[in-house]
């Protein structure tokens, strides 16, 4: 187990990657049965083949990730951050060219050096919102 700051610097990475869009320098930031929990899109096969199966989801998309809060205890490294981005769409709500900002937080779990396990938390809903998404309640039976 590395010390909590490489842990720390460890989760910096990854998002610093992500906005990047460097799909292969993260491949070689997590280990090969690497999961991510919460969010879109889900059943994700494990390791860098869930990795470049998440980016090609995104479609065209350009997006800023700023760090809020780095905690790490142990093996685990929690992040608050906030997204910049625009994207064709989301959830299949095209966005027209609106720019989106979200938050995120993410727990990453570390094994010797690679990100092990991610867990994810955004504001989806609000995402939602911000391309004027229509939320309508089910139809009754």
Same mark, same amino acid.
């Given at each position: 187990?590395?010390?909590? @700051? ?17 799909? @292969? ?6 280990? $090969? ?7 879109? $899109?889900?059943?994700? $096969? $494990? ?5 470049? @199966? ?88």
């Amino acid at each position: 187990m590395g010390s909590v @700051e490489e842990n720390k610097e460890i989760a910096r990475r990854f998002l610093d990657l992500v906005s990047e869009d460097n799909v @292969e320098e993260l491949c070689g930031l997590i280990t $090969p049965s690497w999961t991510l929990h919460g969010g879109p $899109p889900g059943g994700l $096969p $494990p390791g860098p083949a869930g990795m470049r @199966e998440l980016f090609r989801s995104f479609g065209a998309i350009e997006q800023r990730w700023t760090i809020d809060d780095v905690i790490a205890e142990k093996d685990k490294v929690v992040v608050r951050a906030t997204n910049h981005c625009r994207q064709e769409s989301f959830l299949g709500v095209p966005s027209h060219g609106k720019p989106q900002t979200f938050t995120a937080t993410f727990i990453h779990r570390i094994a010797d050096g690679e990100i092990d396990e991610t867990w994810r938390n955004a504001d989806d809903l609000g995402r939602l919102l911000q391309l004027e998404a229509r939320i309508e309640p089910a139809a009754a039976d």
